[in-house]
T-cell receptor, first 114, second 117 residues
Framework: RKEVEQDPGPFNVPEGATVAFNCTYSNSASQSFFWYRQDCRKEPKLLMSVYSSGNEDGRFTAQLNRASQYISLLIRDSKLSDSATYLCVVKGPMTTDSWGKLQFGAGTQVVVTP | DTGVSQDPRHKITKRGQNVTFRCDPISEHNRLYWYRQTLGQGPEFLTYFQNEAQLEKSRLLSDRFSAERPKGSFSTLEIQRTEQGDSAMYLC???????????????FGNGTRLTVT
């Protein structure tokens, strides 16, 4: 089982609509969670961190469910420029073998159509 | 531009040749990471440094791969005897790790796209 799993999509979303998708993680001791955005053939860029109580950044809302071990991202009022791959990133726990490296999911592709 | 820079942007090499990539992190960042990404996959962790110390290496990093960060600034990733399976985007990222386990978000470079023919 992969440590971080995402639905690859694509999620085809009409402009102005809302889209939401989840990411599950396997290690219950994971410490921190992030959403990164990656445009085609570009580097990943941080979209937002995910806090325990949930957080919003403009049209983007992130939620964390520790009991079920998933995080979610919701995009409201989708814009054409939101078309990208959204990468779920989980920071593992610090152990004797690991300083808590970041593990990336394979990404969820979102395509916003006019 | 004070972001993470990687060189070269593209590298085409023949199987069996050695290649070396360079990464210059954001100057005040003490952590530097190497990731590898293939089409349709997320970045896979390879290794990371805190200052000049290499603190963790993935099992993905076979003995043909070596990374250095000799002065705690720029880093190089060398692949010896390249194989076609090494074809991928090699991403470098940096972050600032502080006290109490704080770690700033990763900032990625544009990547080096390696094609092994």
């Amino acid at each position: 089982r992969k440590e971080v799993e995402q639905d690859p999509g694509p999620f085809n979303v009409p402009e102005g609509a809302t889209v939401a998708f989840n990411c599950t993680y396997s290690n219950s001791a994971s410490q921190s969670f992030f959403w990164y955005r990656q445009d085609c053939r570009k580097e990943p860029k941080l979209l937002m961190s995910v806090y325990s109580s949930g957080n919003e950044d403009g049209r983007f809302t992130a939620q964390l469910n520790r009991a079920s071990q998933y995080i979610s991202l919701l995009i409201r009022d989708s814009k054409l420029s939101d078309s990208a791959t959204y990468l779920c990133v989980v920071k593992g726990p610090m152990t004797t073998d690991s300083w808590g490296k970041l593990q990336f999911g394979a990404g969820t592709q979102v395509v916003v159509t006019p | 531009d004070t972001g993470v820079s990687q060189d070269p942007r593209h590298k085409i090499t023949k199987r069996g040749q050695n290649v070396t990539f360079r990464c210059d992190p954001i100057s005040e960042h003490n952590r530097l990471y190497w990731y590898r990404q293939t089409l349709g996959q997320g970045p896979e962790f390879l290794t990371y440094f805190q200052n000049e110390a290499q603190l963790e290496k993935s099992r993905l990093l076979s003995d043909r791969f070596s990374a250095e960060r000799p002065k705690g600034s720029f880093s190089t990733l060398e692949i010896q005897r390249t194989e076609q399976g090494d074809s991928a985007m090699y991403l470098c990222a940096s972050s600032l790790a502080g006290t109490g386990g704080y770690n700033s978000p990763l900032h990625f470079g544009n990547g080096t796209r390696l094609t092994v023919t």
